[in-house]
């Protein structure tokens, strides 16, 4: 059944009584053209007119002013840059250490197969279909259209404290530029009486046939293995001081946020600009998607195994060096912090805000994008402020700590149930019915039993020896909830906009909108007359029904 029009007349076709109300969604441009109308079925089960437009324009302001990727490359290259960051270099050693080492990898991998995988697929495919924001392409189920809203607030708290990092990177930068390293020594003006030159050798002497040597330790080594402390303090070295006490100058905790680091101010800029001056033409590419997910998520993932063999060798020469456990090297995982990090990483999460918020308002963002570019991204410069002053690393502690709490654990039974023929639509054939399973059963559980088990495990956070207060542990809630707040109250407004009765609301917003189509306008005409061959689409509650 489907309907058409010539602006002269309308045609039905069909059963005529089945019929009692139709309503245009929109118009041909021309007389003599015929506009295809997106079909929805009703309650009971009977096709109809979707009225249920959303009021971001027409399909050209739709594709107004988006960029596409001009070669597969360019996307692999990209995604590569997006996944490569903290969570291989920084995050993977420190959760091995703590979580067993070499065993950690058993799970580790399990979860990349039955998780990672396929929700990158997913991300991907969905994103490359509709070729619109996080937020717009929850047309699929506008009743968890929170879920993008959220994933947004997400993205912008990481890049909020993400260009912290890059701060701290640039700074490292500059600070390598001289003849001698700075965090090689211990005669810089930070520097405590604690530090231990790991460079030099110790001065033996004979005396009355006992070799005394001056160890790293500040410990007296003696002939009979014995060892006696000189001064009971325990070594640092020059890096973690070149760190603590230069790069960050910490205070004494959370409470004291004391002045900020005038150095970092400059490099937060000049960070903030490089962004800027990439970020203003865009993303340009596209790739298969399937083929794609699979490359990059066993290369994100081989790089943060590849990113453990560095850490931890650099780890154990601390160790031998100094003569303490590996474990002891550094007073806590999140102490140690190394500063590689891509700055497309950044790039990628400022562009998917940006993608965001200009397919929310397309006319006017997509002609101002340069002023709007420079706007967004100077906002952060004071915002980073709370980040690099001498309280800074315990803020930017729990903002990392937190800000992946309560990301929401959803998968819809209407993406799985019909979106495999999107896909056939894009690569010439359905995903494998395992990623069915996935989508719908396997992943979500798997999810939902991590969650609840992070939730029951719960410690408050720690840097080093310092404890987090109850001031500190409620700066970390409110990041935390600033992500899932979103689910909760646009489920409420949808289903508030919507009409009749409860459950006819449930079932109206859990269906695909009449948006819902490929990016493409040549593609979204052919899709909308295939879908006139279609069954018509129901939603999750018709598919948990079937």
């Known amino acids: 059944?489907?309907?058409?029009?010539?602006?002269?007349?309308?045609?039905?076709?069909?059963?005529?009584?089945?019929?009692?109300?139709?309503?245009?969604?929109?118009?041909?441009?021309?007389?003599?053209?015929?506009?295809?109308?997106?079909?929805?079925?009703?309650d009971n089960g009977v096709a109809k007119l979707d009225d249920d437009r959303t009021d971001d324009g027409s399909d050209e302001a739709r594709h107004e002013g988006r960029f596409k990727w001009t070669s597969k490359r360019e996307y692999i290259l990209a995604a590569v840059g997006y996944c490569v960051g903290l969570g291989n270099i920084w995050r993977f050693p420190y959760l091995c250490q703590r979580n067993g080492g070499g065993a950690f990898l058993i799970p580790f991998l399990l979860a990349l197969v039955v998780c990672g995988l396929p929700l990158f697929f997913l991300e991907a495919a969905i994103g490359q279909f509709m070729s619109r924001g996080s937020v717009q392409i929850w047309s699929v189920c506008p009743l968890f259209k929170g879920c993008g809203v959220g994933s947004n607030m997400a993205s912008l708290a990481c890049f909020w404290y993400y260009n912290t990092i890059m701060?701290?990177?640039?700074?490292?930068?500059?600070?390598?530029?001289?003849?001698?390293?700075?965090?090689?020594?211990?005669?810089?003006?930070?520097?405590?009486?604690?530090?231990?030159d790991l460079n030099l050798d110790g001065d033996a002497s004979q005396l009355s046939g006992n070799v005394s040597l001056a160890g790293y330790n500040g410990t007296l080594l003696l002939d009979n293995t014995t060892s006696l402390p000189v001064n009971g303090t325990k070594s640092v070295s020059a890096a973690e001081e070149f760190w603590q006490h230069n790069v960050l100058q910490v205070s004494s905790g959370f409470e004291e946020p004391g002045h900020v680091v005038w150095y970092l101010v400059v490099t937060l800029a000049v960070t903030l600009l490089v962004e800027f001056l990439a970020l203003i033409k865009g993303v340009k590419s596209t790739g298969k998607i399937l083929w794609d997910a699979i490359l990059l998520t066993f290369v994100c993932e081989g790089t943060s195994i590849y990113g453990g063999f560095a850490i931890f060798s650099v780890l154990g020469y601390m160790a031998h060096q100094s003569g303490v456990p590996v474990e002891e090297?550094?007073?806590?995982?999140?102490?140690m912090k190394p500063v590689f990090h891509s700055l497309s990483l950044s790039l990628t999460v400022a562009e998917t805000i940006l993608t965001t918020l200009c397919d929310l308002f397309p006319r006017f963002l997509h002609r101002y994008r340069i002023p709007f570019t420079a706007a967004f991204l100077a906002l952060f410069l004071p915002l980073g402020l709370t980040c690099i002053t001498q309280g800074g690393v315990f803020v930017f502690q729990l903002a990392d700590w937190y800000i992946a709490t309560f990301i929401p654990l959803v998968c819809f039974l209407e993406c799985a149930d019909h979106f495999g023929e999107d896909i056939q639509m894009m690569i010439g054939r359905k995903p494998p019915m395992i990623f069915k399973l996935l989508w719908c059963f396997i992943t979500p559980f798997c999810l939902l039993t991590l969650t609840i088990c992070t939730w029951v495990r719960y410690t408050t956070p720690t840097y080093g020896d310092y404890e987090y207060?109850?001031?500190?542990?409620?700066?970390?809630?409110?990041?935390?909830?600033?992500?899932?707040?979103?689910?909760?109250?646009?489920?409420?407004?949808?289903?508030?906009?919507s009409k009749g009765t409860l459950l006819q609301r449930l079932r109206r917003t859990t269906r695909p909108a009449a948006d819902w189509g490929p990016g493409d306008a040549d593609k979204?005409?052919?899709?909308?007359?295939?879908?006139?061959?279609?069954?018509?689409?129901?939603?999750?509650?018709?598919?948990?029904?079937?």
């Open 167 to 196: 701060a701290w990177a640039l700074y490292y930068l500059v600070s390598s530029c001289q003849s001698v390293l700075p965090w090689s020594r211990c005669d810089g003006w930070w520097n405590t009486a604690d530090c231990t």
């Open 524 to 546: 979204l005409a052919q899709y909308r007359k295939e879908m006139l061959h279609r069954q018509p689409r129901s939603g999750c509650l018709d598919v948990i029904r079937r």
């Open 329 to 335: 090297v550094v007073s806590s995982g999140k102490h």
């Open 1 to 42: 059944r489907h309907c058409t029009t010539d602006n002269k007349h309308l045609e039905r076709t069909g059963e005529r009584r089945r019929y009692r109300r139709l309503k245009m969604a929109t118009f041909s441009p021309t007389a003599n053209e015929d506009h295809i109308v997106h079909l929805m079925p009703d």
């Open 469 to 497: 207060g109850s001031g500190g542990v409620a700066f970390g809630w409110c990041v935390a909830i600033v992500s899932f707040l979103p689910v909760p109250v646009v489920a409420v407004y949808q289903l508030y906009k």
